[in-house]
């Protein structure tokens, strides 16, 4: 039996002993997408540190061009006469060695440089994606088995050791260890975005959704503004750069504690939700929770969902674009414009800030249309996927047609920033629309797909650009990008569904019915004899 998009009025009842529950107050579902806010903050901010770490990281008189390995400046102080005086004042690893065990431990500075050449810088920043891919499937299905607050915990304290331990790592194995620490990095971080859709699964009602979902997904903006500055303060403290790592590493381990602590699978597990709260979202989802047996993943019936494809369609095109935007656009205004954005911290943060405000209004919008019958569900979902392709492929054409003016390019690209966000309302949280107990599983293949896509986005980009320097080549660029935009939210539009599918929540067994019926004299020790009909 399908359940209509458009089916968004819910009429529950509040006993007595619950009467204090109100649904437009503050509830144990707005905490745990709080958690997962600042879970996600975490992940996007040591995501952006490693490419501001390595500034500080490397010594900056090194030809980054060229093809030196070496780990540590022992090699570099054995050609002297190469190098300049201020070279000579970075320590070696004897002498950091020798410096006594604070300094062996790199907890006081001076701090060592490395001769990591360009290619090497790269591949250690690569290194974190390519663990990220190899987990995104398999992260599904361990939050769907295991559930996502195990996963979530695990995730963050695995990235709390490998970040506090990675300059330990740098120092004494240098650039091959530092890359198999992130892909370690990568590995847990790949169970973060399967692991919150999954929570979202059973904790976001439909006529919530988008403010539940977006306000827990706004930690990737957030996290992108809050990264780059903080990792650029501590780099030139006395911390220095294994502070970084440290911090993040602290940070991490901080709220996978808060996550095992206060995180809960779902309402049926939270120890202090209330009946009502907890009756509210359940009937509004669909399904109890209260099945201990987990169900079996229908890859068949995913597999042959058109909604899934329209889903895998528009995360492809917003992944190429947003790495577009993040990657090639810098080169672009360096090459071209002129202008190194990424050596202002207040141009770099001012677009992503501006997402992250422009998030709760669409989040806001899509929920008003849905609550007050305006739009269906699935048109919904359209109208928002489509505010966050179509201004955004304008945005890359007009970038590549502007002026050689900050102000203009700045503009054009907080107008991009402003309204992609609007996906985050579309098609990333369809998935639950679709299907609210194989959410995670829909979005780790999506994820999967859209990114082992998006990784073409630079090498297209570098196979178009024979002359970084020529305006129209990158027109080129920009012109795939904005292409791809349009093709995949049309396709998107073509084929979305918001549908529940039949094979979301198959049908309870007779020890499920048992556990529900024992659920009945819990109800009626608060006092079942007040009811109060209360209508979103």
Same mark, same amino acid.
């Given at each position: 039996?399908?359940?209509?998009?458009?089916?968004?009025?819910?009429?529950?009842?509040?006993?007595?002993?619950?009467?204090?529950?109100?649904?437009?107050?503050?509830?144990?579902?707005?905490?745990q997408c709080l958690i997962l806010f600042f879970c996600l903050t975490t992940a996007y901010s040591m995501r952006a540190c490693m490419g501001v770490a390595l500034v500080a990281m490397v010594n900056p008189n090194i030809n980054t061009e060229?093809?030196?390995?070496?780990?540590?400046?022992?090699?570099?102080?054995?050609?002297?006469?190469?190098?300049?005086?201020?070279?000579?004042?970075?320590?070696?690893?004897?002498?950091?060695?020798?410096?006594?065990?604070?300094?062996?431990?790199?907890?006081?500075?001076?701090?060592?440089?490395?001769?990591?050449s360009k290619k090497t810088q790269d591949y250690i920043l690569s290194s974190f994606f390519l663990g990220y891919m190899l987990l995104q499937i398999p992260a599904g299905q361990l939050a769907h088995f295991f559930g996502a607050r195990y996963l979530l915990t695990g995730a963050l304290l695995i990235n709390c050791v490998m970040s506090f331990c990675l300059p330990w790592a740098s120092f004494y194995g240098g650039w091959i260890l530092t890359s198999i620490f992130r892909i370690i990095q990568g590995l847990s971080q790949a169970c973060v975005i399967p692991g919150m859709h999954t929570m979202f699964g059973k904790w976001t009602t439909l006529e919530e959704r988008?403010?539940?979902?977006?306000?827990?997904?706004?930690?990737?903006?957030?996290?992108?503004?809050?990264?780059?500055?903080?990792?650029?303060?501590? %780099?030139?403290?006395?911390?220095?750069?294994?502070?970084?790592?440290?911090?993040?590493?602290?940070?991490?381990?901080?709220?996978?504690?808060?996550?095992?602590?206060?995180?809960?699978?779902?309402?049926?597990?939270?120890?202090?939700?209330?009946?009502?709260?907890?009756?509210?979202?359940?009937?509004?989802?669909?399904?109890?929770?209260?099945?201990?047996?987990?169900?079996?993943?229908?890859?068949?019936?995913?597999?042959?969902?058109r909604g899934l494809y329209a889903i895998v369609i528009a995360h492809v095109g917003q992944t190429w674009g947003q790495l577009t935007l993040y990657s090639e656009v810098p080169a672009y205004m360096d090459?071209?414009?002129?202008?190194?954005?990424?050596?202002?911290?207040?141009?770099? %943060?001012?677009p992503f800030l501006v997402m992250w405000f422009s998030n709760f209004f669409f989040s806001w919008f899509t929920d008003m249309l849905i609550v007050k019958k305006i739009l269906s569900v699935r048109n919904t979902r359209k109208l928002a996927n489509t505010l966050g392709s179509i201004p955004a492929a304008i945005g890359l054409i007009a970038l590549a047609y502007a002026p050689k003016n900050i102000y203009v390019v700045e503009i054009i690209l907080i107008v991009i920033c402003a309204f992609k966000i609007s996906c985050?309302?579309?098609?990333?949280?369809?998935?639950?629309?679709?299907?609210?107990?194989?959410?995670?599983?829909?979005?780790?293949?999506?994820?999967?797909?859209?990114?082992?896509?998006?990784?073409?986005?630079?090498?297209?980009?570098g196979f178009i650009l024979t002359d970084v320097t020529n305006a129209i080549l990158w027109r080129k660029v920009f012109f795939v990008s904005a292409g791809l935009y349009f093709f995949t939210n049309l396709m998107y539009v073509i084929l979305c569904t918001a549908e529940k599918a039949e094979w979301d929540n198959p049908p309870e067994d007779d020890k499920d019915v048992e556990d529900l019926k024992e659920m009945e004299p819990m109800v009626s020790e608060k006092n079942t004899n007040v009811t109060n009909g209360q209508k979103i």
């Open positions: 039996m399908k359940v209509k998009d458009n089916e968004t009025s819910l009429q529950i009842k509040v006993v007595d002993g619950d009467s204090d529950f109100k649904v437009s107050g503050w509830g144990y579902r707005h905490q060229s093809l030196a390995t070496n780990h540590s400046l022992l090699e570099m102080n054995r050609n002297e006469s190469s190098l300049s005086p201020l070279d000579k004042n970075y320590p070696s690893m004897e002498e950091v060695k020798a410096g006594g065990f604070l300094h062996s431990l790199l907890l006081i500075p001076p701090y060592p440089k490395f001769d990591w988008g403010r539940l979902a977006g306000l827990a997904y706004g930690g990737q903006a957030l996290g992108t503004v809050l990264g780059l500055p903080i990792t650029g303060f501590i %780099a030139s403290s006395p911390l220095g750069w294994p502070g970084i790592f440290r911090f993040y590493g602290i940070l991490s381990g901080i709220f996978g504690g808060v996550i095992w602590a206060l995180g809960a699978n779902s309402p049926a597990e939270h120890p202090k939700i209330s009946m009502a709260e907890r009756k509210y979202i359940e009937e509004s989802i669909g399904h109890t929770g209260m099945n201990k047996k987990k169900l079996k993943v229908p890859w068949g019936s995913i597999l042959r969902s090459k071209v414009m002129g202008v190194n954005i990424k050596a202002n911290g207040v141009l770099t %943060a001012l985050h309302v579309g098609f990333q949280i369809n998935h639950i629309d679709i299907s609210s107990n194989f959410s995670g599983t829909m979005m780790s293949i999506s994820n999967f797909v859209s990114n082992s896509f998006g990784a073409l986005a630079p090498v297209v980009a």
